[in-house]
Structure formats: structure tokens, C-alpha cells
């Protein structure tokens, strides 16, 4: 899952990796793909952009277009700052600090909202209703979200995402969530075992390199990362990730 709260511990642990949730370039610009007329896009939301992966790979497929990055722990605000320099593209790519349900956005102002692997910080619902005014007519959103893929889940799985993720839905409960927040469903799809291993597989590493040598904070959380690697490789046919993209309908 992406990363909620960014303490000590969680920073020693998530901070060196290069994103914080499954995906990849190749599932980011699917998603792109399916944004009509996305050549016309200026104005772009990076919500919850963590590491900054999604805020490059837009703002490289979208040369003519502002991206606005929000992450509410500094650290990543800054590397995404400074990368943003080191690239020369201070000037279309802006990173703020703040809680992504709080920021001010002008009604009417934005082409596109971006959230891959952060939807889940505000809920589908809260976070699309919040959304749907700052989108121009014909404006889109796309994000990422963990879901059931099958009817219903082993027990053993059911149990886990109880507790770690109580709000999982299905990709159908979040389609007709989305129509009635008054968006039409573009385009959804599941995102391939490579974007997952993007995330995972550093996620595993590095859990490996911090094992015998953190203190009892970050062991704790070891094993809780230990086993939610275990859960989503064990069951990666029942839940995973699923990019929607939708488009705000009028009227």
C-alpha cells in the first residue's frame, strides 16, 4: 500500500526506495492513453505523489502541461523539488507540502487529477466528490486502487485485508461509486505482477538489508511488511491493484 504516515520508523524503512505503492511507467501511460484528448492537457494534480515516479513519467508525456505534486511528508517534497531543477523542468513541475483533502484548488481549474496508489488515504467516495468541482467540463481523474478481483476472498486473505484494508472494494462497487459521483468509466484495468513487483520486490529488499540491525519500532514493522508481501503474492489472483480513469459528466 502507499505510504499514510510518514514517521521516523516508516522513513527509515520507505524512504530510499524510488515509489511508494505498486506501478509502473508502462501502466501510468495506459492510463494517460486513455485521457481524451490529453495533448490538450495544461493543468495536472500529482495527489499523494510520494517518491515523484508519476509526476516525471506525466510531465515527460505531457510536455505542454503544468504538474502540481502534493505529498504531505517534506523530504519527498524536496527530492521532487530538486529533481524537478536537476531536470529543467522547475517551471512545469511544482511540489507543495500538504494533506492532499486540504489543499486549495480554484473550482473549474484543472484538466486532470492524478492519484496512483493514494485514493485510498481519502476513500473513493470523499475523494471524488471532493474532486469533481476542481475539474474543468470534460476534465478527467485517474487513480490506482487496491481491490478484490474475484466475488469473494479466502478466508485466510478476507481476514488480512480486514484489518490492513477494512474500505476494499470491488472493481464493480468502485465503477458504479464513480457514476454516482457523476463520472463516466473511461477505462479501468489491472495492473500487470511487473508494476507490482516494481514496488514489491525493492519493498522485500530492503525490509532484508534493515532485518537484525533496526531497533524494535522498525522490526515491528518488518514483519508486518513481511507479511503483506506474503498476502498479495499468495493471493495475487483474488486482489490487486486497478487503474480507473473516469471523466466528469455534465448535467
Known amino acids: 500500500m502507499a505510504i499514510a504516515g510518514m514517521d521516523e520508523a516508516i522513513y527509515e524503512v520507505f524512504g530510499p526506495l524510488s515509489q511508494g505503492a505498486p506501478g509502473n511507467d508502462a501502466s501510468t501511460l495506459r492510463a494517460l492513453d486513455a485521457v ?4 490538450a492537457v495544461r493543468q495536472v494534480l500529482d495527489l499523494g505523489a510520494g517518491h515523484g515516479r ?3 513519467a506525466l510531465a515527460q508525456a505531457l510536455p505542454d502541461a503544468r504538474i502540481t505534486a502534493v505529498e504531505i511528508h517534506p523530504p519527498f517534497v524536496e527530492r521532487i523539488t530538486d529533481r524537478a531543477r536537476e531536470a529543467g523542468l522547475a517551471d512545469r513541475v511544482r511540489a507543495i507540502c500538504g494533506d492532499m483533502e486540504k489543499i486549495d484548488v480554484a473550482q473549474g481549474s484543472i484538466d486532470l487529477v492524478w492519484a496512483e ?3 485510498y488515504l481519502v476513500g473513493v467516495e470523499r475523494a471524488l466528490a471532493t474532486w469533481r468541482p476542481w475539474l474543468r467540463p470534460g476534465g478527467c481523474v485517474a487513480f490506482s486502487d487496491f481491490v478484490r478481483w474475484t466475488g469473494d476472498l479466502s478466508k485466510e486473505a478476507r ?3 480486514a484489518v490492513e484494508y477494512p474500505d476494499m472494494a470491488s472493481e464493480a462497487a468502485i465503477r458504479s461509486r464513480a457514476e454516482d459521483a457523476l463520472y463516466r468509466v473511461l477505462s479501468d484495468f489491472r495492473i500487470p505482477k ?5 514496488y514489491y520486490v525493492p519493498l522485500e529488499a530492503r525490509v532484508a538489508e534493515l532485518a537484525g540491525r533496526a531497533d524494535a519500532a522498525v522490526m515491528r514493522m518488518l514483519e508486518d511488511i513481511r507479511t503483506e508481501i506474503d498476502m498479495v503474492r499468495r493471493f495475487s489472483d483474488e486482489a490487486g491493484y486497478t487503474f480507473f480513469v473516469l471523466q466528469r459528466a455534465e448535467g
Do not use: K, L, V
Open 117 to 119: 496508489g493514494s485514493i
Open 54 to 56: 508519476t509526476t516525471f
Open 194 to 198: 511487473e508494476a507490482h513487483d516494481a
Open 159 to 161: 481476514a488480512f485485508w
Open 36 to 39: 481524451p484528448g490529453r495533448d
